[in-house]
Structure formats: structure tokens, C-alpha cells
């Protein structure tokens, strides 16, 4: 195996990402060396690099979308861990050396406070993040946590399967805070919505798709996927919503989503970082609507995500790039050059 490898590394806030060679880094106990295939791009990328979430100990590789074959794997953990319990959240056998896996956002969690033993990992305080507390998927290898690694459905190219690991998970995870609702809104219709929307065609729902005012591309995009509507965020859908997701980090669309939502309707904001929500009347809320946001994910959203997306079947749409290039897809993120998911392939 190599001994060095190609990186790009964050240094510091509102500084381009800077291409490095590394060592490769040795997988400790219980953790795995992966050789990077494919890593998403998130918005998630974005508010790390703005400083929106903190990256406490830089330099830092980002990328927590990453699709991987196991190189090899360290010491077994030590005796008490990984504990019957935690193996059972795992919901899976270890993966082996050959084996394809995918590694998300959620990198590590302490397994024994009240959030971890309820079911609510995503809410553990100790919590550590791929590609903000761990080095991520862009660079050539990586090191993760064999138990927060998935087995990937193999009907999907390394690229094509990327973006399920957060964009996809995470609006799963954001969908099912809608419960039973029919009519469901997305505002913003990047890589999360147009993975929900086959999702939501899949289950009888209608999807709305909420744009900004006159890009043709991304509604026009939403309505080959399945949407029964797509319009500016400030429009009003042509019946009110039983529920709404909001992926666009933008506080204003909190107000918009509350007014096109039904009685007893529910807005989800399904990003780690939004711009402040301007006041809004009480009316606005009143009749049991519901305002909440979703954070981060579990194993088990994961699992279930995973095994529903090949029955969908979920087809993503991604443009690649290349590893030296990871500044280019980011920029393009930003400026919302292209429809779909951004998947960097060292
Ligand atoms: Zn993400
Ligand atoms: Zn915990």
C-alpha cells in the first residue's frame, strides 16, 4: 500500500481548502483504513468552511459523504467494546478487508449517555463528527469507526451511492419527522430534496418543490423527479401542505413554509445551520402547526435508509470531480452551477 497520500485539508476559516501530502493515516483499535472511492459534498462543507460550525482542531480533512473499500483493519476494540448493545444499534456485522462501505457525518458516539441509550445518538453531547472532529473522505484514504461504517446497496456506482450517505440519510431522517403527511414541501431543491422526492413519488406523496424565484433548471429538475409542483419559495402551492422541509439555510423561508402548511401541518429545517427566522405572528403557528428541526443522524436511520433506497430505487444525479479540484465543487455548491449532488472521486 501507499505510504503517502493526496489530501485537501481545511486551515482555517474562509480559506480555501489546500491541497497536501500526507502520510497515511493507521487505523487504531476498532477502526478501519479505507481507500476513498467517492465523498459528497455538502452544504454542511460550506458552513464549515464559512465558520457557521466550528472546526475546533484545524487542519482537517472534510467530506463525511465517503464510499470506500476496506484496506485493512486495526487491533480488534478491547473486550468491553463494542458492548452487545451497541453492536445491536450497529445493525450489522463488522465489515472486512474488501468489503465496500459507506461512512456519514456521525463519526463516534459515547454509547453510554441517556441520548445514546435511548435511541437519540444524534443528540449525544460527545458526539464526533466525520470531516469536522475526524479527518473525511477528501483524500485518498481514510480512517473511520467500523461500527459507524454501512454495507452500501450494490446496485449503486461508488459516485452515484455518495450522496446517500448524508444528503440522503438526513432528508430520510427529516421526512419521517413529517409522519403520515401526503402533500409534502421541499424548499430548496438541491441533492437532499431531489433524493426525497423519488423517496416521497415512491410512497404516494406529492412533493412541492420550492426554488428560487426563476431557476428554471432546478424546477424543471424537481418535475422530471416526480413533483406535482415546483414554484418560487415566496409563491403559495396550489393546496396547502400537509408538512414542509426546509434544506435551503435561509430563515426566511420558516415564515413562507409555516403560511403554506395546513392546520396541525409541519416544518422540518433540515440544516446544521440556517440564517436568523424573522418574527412572524403567532397566527402563523397557531391550529397545532409544528416547527422543529432535525439533527444529524443514527445507525439506525442509516440501515433503514439504506435498505429502502435500491426498492425506491433511488437513481442520484452527480456531477464529479476530481480531488484537486474539491475548491471548483464547492464553489459551484455555493453558486448552484449544478442540479443534483457534487461528488468529489480522488
Ligand atoms: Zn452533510
Ligand atoms: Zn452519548
Redesign the pocket.
Known sequence: MAEGMRAMIFEGVGRPLRAVQRKVPSPGPGELLLRVHACGV?R?DLHLLDGEVEISSPPRVLG??IVATVEAAGEPAQASEPSEADRQRAGAASPRVGDRVGVP?LGWSCGECRWCLSGRENLCPQARFTGCDIDGGMAEYAVADARFCFPIPSGFPDDQAAPLM??GL?GYRALRMCGEAKRIGLYGFGASAHILAQVCSSQGREVYAFTRAGDEAAQRFARELGAVWAGASEQTPPQPLDAAIVFAPDGALVPLALAAVAPAGTVVCGGIHMSDIPSFPYSALWRERVLRSVANLTRADGHEFLTLAPQVPVKTRVSSYALADANQALDDLRAGRFTGAAVIVP
Open positions: 455538502c454542511t463525511h459523504q457525518w448524508c444528503a438526513i
